[in-house]
């Protein structure tokens, strides 16, 4: 059953509220080896200590709000270490992190930390069979996020952010491109069966040399329609081992090394795309324009060590720090939130909007008690319950023709009760006395 994942899509308007808002930072960084040791990483040329104190200047110099990451060993007490050590450092006390999910056979995980002050994690999936039934490399982390709007009450939703996390399979070999196309045909095919078109990034190392891939033409391609990524940096390129994209590129930062990978840099490898409804900037979550950044990256470093020359991307502190952690650059990019700030006369503004020519062509609604009854004439549609602070207090696909609804858990009170599709809407304000 797919979820509802836009919320307060009327109550969040300027008839009820007027609006600020928030930015909140997305990163995506490839950890090199965190808590892994193999027999080229190890535990002198890739100490988890001294790690620890390059990630740290890293994100208090990025300060990202929702954190992924790629290349954690596999337990919970490397995503712990990361809380302890390098985010909630220093009085700082907002990061939560997620459960790490698995395929049971991998020894590299994703992880996602966020700030809990911010965001509430609401989801947690995992993407790991490729439409063929075989199994994905390593799994594709889903976490459904919904913003905490401050002039809202404790627990209320405004809006949700989706995000995909992924470290597709390396390599340049053709099973290596067929593995990364098996893994993001598996993830489009998840979100289209699981969620409504909505505010999705998908980000991670993607490992992929160009935009011709099959991996990249599967998030982005038009078959998907309104479940189609959009890249915010490079709209459809050669990007990898081309100097002209030089600025995008995030790996490698070494020219030559035993752990980290060697070449300079010359392959965006690291990626974060976005879905239609935030870069149209037309809803609640929108992408901020030219904030998507590969974090130390000049444009000046192609084929080049991070540290060669000049570099004034970011202080100096962070440009070592940045080359001795991984042989991967950070990106980052931002998202603008609306808020509601102030609450008008909530009854009022309901009225009104009850009263408007919404054309109720596919809709009836009725009320029996602690019951209500949604009929439906349509095909697929959505019911939805608000109280008058527009907080969704339940939602769900309308199943059938009729559909009776059991409000009897909610506290006495009066609800708007909404039923909409692609083609029309009803709005009814009823009592419900518990």
């Known amino acids: 059953m797919k979820i509802a994942v836009t919320l307060v899509f009327f109550l969040a308007t300027n008839l009820l509220f007027a609006q600020s808002y928030d930015t909140l930072r997305v990163m995506s960084y490839n950890l090199l080896y965190y808590g892994e040791v193999t027999n080229f990483c190890t535990s002198t040329n890739n100490n988890i200590n001294d790690k620890d104190g390059y990630f740290k200047t890293i994100a208090s110099y990025t300060k990202p709000d929702i954190l992924l990451v790629n290349e954690m060993g596999a337990n919970q007490i490397y995503a712990d270490r990361i809380i302890a050590n390098v985010l909630n450092v220093d009085g700082e006390t907002r990061y939560q992190r997620a459960n790490i999910q698995n395929n049971s056979f991998s020894s590299l995980v994703n992880g996602v930390f966020y700030d809990k002050k911010k965001l509430a994690l609401h989801r947690l999936e995992k993407v790991s069979i490729a439409q063929n039934n075989s199994n994905l490399v390593r799994v594709i982390d889903v976490w459904s996020f919904y913003y905490k709007d401050p002039n809202l009450s404790e627990g209320s939703d405004t809006a949700f952010i989706h995000l995909a996390g992924m470290h597709l399979k390396a390599g340049s070999s053709s099973s290596d491109v ?27 190392d993607m490992n992929m040399k160009s935009s011709n891939e099959s991996a990249y033409q599967n ?31 995030t790996q490698s930062t070494h020219t030559s090394g035993s752990c980290a990978s060697g070449g300079g840099l010359d392959d965006r490898f690291d990626i974060m795309l976005m879905s239609g409804q935030i870069m149209e900037d037309t809803g609640m979550v929108s992408y901020v324009s030219d904030s998507y950044i590969a974090v130390g990256n000049d444009g000046d ?69 602690q019951q209500v009854e949604v009929k439906y004439s349509g095909s697929s549609g959505w019911v939805f319950a608000h109280d008058l602070t527009g907080r969704i207090v339940y939602s ?39």
């Open 178 to 204: 067929v593995d990364r196309g098996l893994a993001t045909e598996a993830l489009m095919n998840y979100l289209e069966t699981e969620y409504e078109p909505s505010y999705f990034i998908a980000a991670g």
């Open 219 to 249: 998030l982005t391609n038009n078959s998907f329609g309104e479940y189609k990524f959009y890249d915010p940096l490079i709209p459809n390129e050669m990007w990898s081992g081309a100097s002209s994209f030089s600025y995008s590129h």
């Open 301 to 369: 470093h192609y084929n080049l060590s991070l540290l060669d020359g000049t570099n004034n991307s970011a202080p100096a502190t962070v440009l070592s720090a940045l080359y001795d952690m991984s042989d991967h650059l950070p990106v980052i990019a931002d998202i603008s939130v609306k808020q509601l700030t102030s609450v008008t006369d909530t009854t009022d503004s309901l009225n009104g909007i009850l009263s408007r020519s919404i054309d109720p062509m596919n809709w009836q609604i009725e009320v029996y008690g």
């Open 396 to 434: 769900n696909k309308q199943i059938g023709k009729s559909n009776r609804i059991n409000l009897s858990k909610l506290n006495s009170g009066f609800y708007v009760i909404t039923g909409r599709d692609s083609e029309s809407s009803l709005s009814r304000k009823v009592f419900i006395r518990n």
